[in-house]
């Protein structure tokens, strides 16, 4: 008991040798001194505090250092820095619909400033090397030889219908179809029975336009998109045709207001539907390459086009385009020269990585170029590039320039859809007699605000990746485009070995 009373005592002399004295006013306050257990734990509590703090503040700076590098490399003009932006992710569309990225390599397009000020030609462009184009409409029927090829037995699978959109086109057809002569008669689409009907009251509509610009949404793959900067005087000049397909109509009608005029004609904003029936193709793709390279043909009365895909939004006046792409230089074609690759065969493989056909396809289709001559692009060739960025085509609807959009359309239909892959190995056959004008990539994007698709779009052919494989499953095959793979070719392609690729950029 004794030595508990000891302890006590000791400790209250203890707390009150702890108490300090203060001054408060005139009097004075004791204060106790906070014990070490106390101040341990209020050191460890706002130390905790602040590591939280510091952390989240080094993890947001982290995520706003990543994203101003993904945005500096988006917009980077080096080549490795520009190849680490991914353009097809979900933050890239959305920092660009927010306004916060705008496309890569974009400067100012020297075109002239008022488009009430722009003189229209009074004459067309002379047409020196071809009189008359004309256009063979009746499909020829399968020949022997082609029937007896067991890959043509695969391909068609007992699902092809005749006649074809593109028509049965042979090689010596095609071969010749390459030889510029005064009077030519081609395939060129539109084959009868082969489908893409118009309807009558958007027929009679068309006739009317001599000035158009052009665009398409297929498979419900895009939302329209209102152009922008439009001069009232383009808007009376110019026919703003949307061609779409019945999926996309039903969709539009369905997330969008769609007008109906007097006659039945149907409007988005300022874009008038042109409805095509009875799609050509199994491939969504090859369908949008109807009217992006035929346009010629659907609108048969245009003497002036401008053509833009669904995605994108116009941001320059019409009339301004064609000032700076066809008149000021006299060209009757233009089209942007490709951000990333200037050869055939880097776009393919760039095709094959993305996976935008199947893998062994797109190598039959270059060893055919290959095998007919077809160099990689280099220096001393006389275009600037073998590879378009065929979003955005400017045309003056010339014979020379019909006959190298059927030439093109013919190859898209021929082999794969990939139409990039084809541009540059229709000039080179047509060995530099179809002038046009490349305009660089930096301008191209200064045309448009790019929006996302609405969805990914895929098709079965797509993920094949070998002929066997391809055997096995005919079901992925198309049945109406592509055939020109199937049907025996007329040489050895069996030693032809494509150029090898050294992969500058990513795939895009």
Known sequence: MENDFVRSVSSRATRRNQHQLTKDGGGLLYTEKPSPEYTMRLTWKRGFIRLIMTGGIIWMLIILTVLFFHIWSCQS?????????????????????????TPPHRCPIPIAGDPNKIVI?????????????????????????????PLYRTAINGKQSTPLFGGHQTWQQRDESFKIKPTMEVHCGFMKGGGEEMDPRDVEYVKKCKFVVATGIFDAYDMPHQPSNISKRSQTLFCFLMVVDEVSLEFIKNNATVKVDSVGGEWVGIWRLILLKNQPYDEPRRNGKVP????????????????IDGKMELIVDPLLLLERYLWRGKHTFAIAQHKHHRSIYEEADSNK???????????LHMKIYRYEGMEPWNPQKSTWSDVPEGAIIVREHTAL??????????????????????????????????????????????????????????????WAKSMEELRKHPELIESKGGLGLWTPYPGDLGLVVLPPVARTSKAG
């Open 77 to 101: 003009s080096v080549a490795f820095f520009s190849a680490l932006c991914n353009k097809d992710s979900k933050v890239y569309g959305m920092l660009s619909t927010m306004g916060i990225v």
């Open 121 to 149: 030609p009074k004459k067309r462009s002379p047409e020196k090397l071809i009189r008359r184009l004309s256009y063979i409409m009746e499909d020829s029927p399968i020949n022997d030889r082609s029937k007896s090829s």
């Open 292 to 307: 992006k390279i035929l346009t010629h043909r659907l609108f048969p009365q245009a003497e002036y086009s401008i053509w």
């Open 353 to 363: 990585r993305r996976k935008r056909y199947a893998r062994p396809l797109i190598d």
């Open 401 to 462: 320039s019909n006959l190298a959009s059927c030439l093109w359309f013919n190859e898209v239909h021929q082999f794969t859809p990939r139409d990039q892959l084809s541009f540059g190995y229709v000039v080179y056959r047509l060995g530099g007699m179809f002038k046009f004008f490349m305009f660089p990539n930096c301008e191209y994007n200064s045309i448009f605000v790019l929006h996302p698709h609405i969805r990914e779009h895929s098709s079965k052919i797509e």
